[in-house]
């Protein structure tokens, strides 16, 4: 099996661009996943996400996670735990308004380092939206015109913990879903490992890689691309050793952002059938909610039969 994809960002500025791009493209079409290098974000300030995001685990959750896990019971299973997950999270929302200044329980330096970070996350998004309409033959911008919406693009950072579990074989770190919005960006712990890909039908580890920026593409890029990106199947393995960080920012449409397959790709499909439906990105998130862990095609097939209260015009489906 090939290797796992990793993009040296780099090399978009030399002579290896049309090599690169096409990796882009493969790694799009093939994984649903890439690990991006040389992208621009600088070490330091990576090492300081990750330092602080350490230190907040520590004093702040390290604690109350014991006591769920106590509470619940969750260290005794002896069956396999099908609806919780091993994890500890928080969230924070970047865009359309931030929420960072009311997060509670964060240091002051932390807010600020996490504001900085977003910024750069966004910047990073918005070049591979490019990326990815000018291998797709979009004209530059599409996406993030269609992201945009009438109040802009949603963004927002989950930051978790997958403490050292005694069960792994019983409970995962987070059971195996596709994401449901647009491009997700994941700065992940170096040492420790646990994410892991669906690919032909087999389980294969994102591999930890110091400094390195994870992307993976949710399911709204796949409709929108009419299936050419696929959004890919993913779960977080609970480790006994270890304390894997996992800080994934989700740039995804603005609520009441219009989803459907760019027409210039369905142009060329002529004879395929239109499987994807149009919609509202919030009307899919509230579907979503209760259905994160569920295959994403019966979501899509939801999708063509709702009728939408927002919707400008009647959902068609191509
Ligand atoms: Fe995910």
């Known amino acids: 099996m090939a290797s796992f994809p990793v993009i040296n960002m780099e090399k978009l500025n030399g002579e290896e661009r049309a090599i690169t791009m096409e990796k882009i493209d493969d790694a799009c079409k093939n994984w649903g996943f890439f690990e991006l290098v040389n992208h621009g974000i600088s070490h330091d300030m990576l090492d300081k996400v990750e330092r602080l995001t350490k230190e907040h685990y520590k004093q702040c959750r390290e604690q109350k996670f014991k006591e769920i896990v106590g509470l619940m019971g969750l260290e005794a299973a002896q069956s396999e735990v099908k609806d919780v997950d091993w994890e500890t999270t928080f969230f924070l929302r970047h865009l359309p308004e931030s929420n960072i200044s009311e997060v509670p329980d964060l240091e002051e330096e932390y807010r600020k380092t996490m504001k900085e970070f977003a910024g750069e996350l966004e910047k990073l998004a918005e070049?591979?939206?490019?990326?990815?309409?000018?291998?797709?033959?979009?004209?530059?911008?599409?996406?993030?015109?269609?992201?945009?919406?009438?109040?802009?693009?949603?963004?927002?950072?989950?930051?978790?913990?997958?403490?050292?579990?005694?069960h792994p074989e019983l409970i995962k770190g987070l059971r195996?879903?596709?994401?449901?919005?647009?491009?997700?960006?994941?700065?992940?712990?170096?040492?420790?490992?646990?994410?892991?890909?669906l690919k032909d039908g087999k389980w294969v580890d994102v591999p930890p890689m110091q400094h390195s920026i994870v992307i993976n593409l949710g399911d709204q890029l796949e409709v929108i691309t009419n299936g050419k990106y696929k959004s890919v199947v993913h779960q977080v393995v609970?480790?006994?050793?270890?304390?894997?960080?996992?800080?994934?920012?989700?740039?995804?449409?603005?609520?009441?952002?219009?989803?459907?397959?760019?027409?210039?790709?369905?142009?060329?499909?002529?004879?395929?059938?239109?499987?994807?439906?149009?919609?509202?990105?919030?009307?899919?998130?509230?579907?979503?909610?209760?259905?994160?862990?569920?295959?994403?095609?019966?979501?899509?097939?939801?999708?063509?039969?709702?009728?939408s209260s927002t919707a400008p015009n009647p959902i068609a489906t191509a």
Request: charged share 25%; net charge neutral; proline share 7%.
């Open 238 to 307: 609970a480790q006994t050793d270890g304390n894997r960080m996992s800080i994934a920012s989700f740039y995804n449409p603005g609520s009441d952002a219009v989803i459907f397959p760019a027409p210039a790709l369905v142009e060329k499909d002529q004879g395929e059938t239109h499987v994807y439906p149009k919609f509202i990105f919030e009307d899919y998130m509230k579907l979503y909610v209760g259905l994160k862990f569920q295959a994403k095609e019966p979501r899509f097939e939801a999708m063509k039969n709702m009728k």
């Open 127 to 166: 070049q591979l939206l490019d990326l990815l309409c000018e291998n797709l033959g979009l004209e530059k911008g599409y996406l993030k015109k269609v992201f945009y919406g009438s109040k802009g693009p949603n963004f927002g950072t989950k930051v978790s913990s997958y403490p050292p579990c005694p």
């Open 176 to 197: 195996a879903h596709t994401d449901a919005g647009g491009l997700i960006l994941l700065f992940q712990d170096d040492k420790v490992s646990g994410l892991q890909l």
